[in-house]
């Protein structure tokens, strides 16, 4: 079932690889710059692991919901929940709220996800977690922009998908 609300938000590799070792598999500025522009004023629903990545949490001018299945965890700071569906009933009335990671989260809430926000890296990357693979027939391209990131040497583009109504 499609949830209206529902978007995510993610950086992956033309190979849908999106970390390593709980880590990014690339340092993109402008990408950061990007995902706080998105997401500021939302909520964020992430796995614990994606929260533990973070250098500073909670992330400012968001609301950071963090789904885990240990019953002991606490983040300050944070909205401590149990299951997808939880989430889905905290974010009920948002116009939208923010998937951002990590994988066994992006393949939860994938098959509900009304948009996506991609940041497009045309390189491969050897990688220990993969975003779901996306079949683009599925999708609308609303919005795209492409870059050059003279750093890493490599082309990525800023993707804005919408989910094609199922016929």
Same mark, same amino acid.
């Given at each position: 079932?499609?949830? @209206?609300?529902? !978007?995510?938000?993610?950086?992956?590799? !033309?190979? $849908?690889?999106?970390?390593?070792?709980?880590?990014? *598999? $690339?340092?993109?500025?402008?990408? *950061?710059?990007? =995902?706080? #522009?998105?997401?500021?004023?939302? !909520?964020?629903?992430?796995?614990?692991?994606?929260?533990?990545?973070? +250098? @500073?949490?909670?992330? +400012?001018?968001?609301?950071?919901?963090?789904?885990?299945?240990?019953?002991?965890?606490? $983040?300050?700071?944070?909205?401590?929940?149990?299951?997808?569906? #939880?989430?889905?009933?905290?974010?009920?009335?948002?116009?939208?709220?923010?998937v951002i990671g990590g994988g066994m989260v992006y393949r939860s809430f994938y098959p509900m996800a009304q948009k996506l926000y991609l940041t497009f890296v045309h390189k491969h990357f050897e990688a220990d977690i993969y =975003? +779901?693979?996306?079949? =683009?027939?599925?999708?609308?391209?609303?919005?795209?922009?492409? $870059?050059?990131?003279?750093?890493?040497? =490599?082309?990525?583009?800023? *993707?804005? *998908? #919408?989910?094609? +109504? !199922?016929?």
């Amino acid at each position: 079932m499609i949830h @209206k609300n529902i !978007s995510i938000i993610v950086a992956i590799a !033309s190979n $849908f690889a999106i970390g390593k070792n709980n880590g990014l *598999l $690339f340092h993109l500025p402008n990408d *950061l710059k990007h =995902f706080k #522009e998105i997401t500021s004023g939302h !909520s964020l629903i992430m796995g614990r692991n994606t929260l533990l990545s973070l +250098p @500073k949490w909670p992330l +400012p001018n968001r609301r950071n919901i963090v789904i885990t299945d240990k019953k002991d965890d606490v $983040f300050p700071g944070c909205e401590v929940l149990f299951s997808v569906n #939880e989430a889905i009933e905290k974010v009920n009335n948002e116009t939208e709220a923010f998937v951002i990671g990590g994988g066994m989260v992006y393949r939860s809430f994938y098959p509900m996800a009304q948009k996506l926000y991609l940041t497009f890296v045309h390189k491969h990357f050897e990688a220990d977690i993969y =975003f +779901p693979e996306i079949d =683009f027939t599925e999708w609308e391209e609303i919005m795209r922009d492409d $870059f050059y990131d003279e750093n890493n040497g =490599f082309n990525y583009s800023f *993707l804005n *998908l #919408e989910r094609k +109504p !199922s016929l």
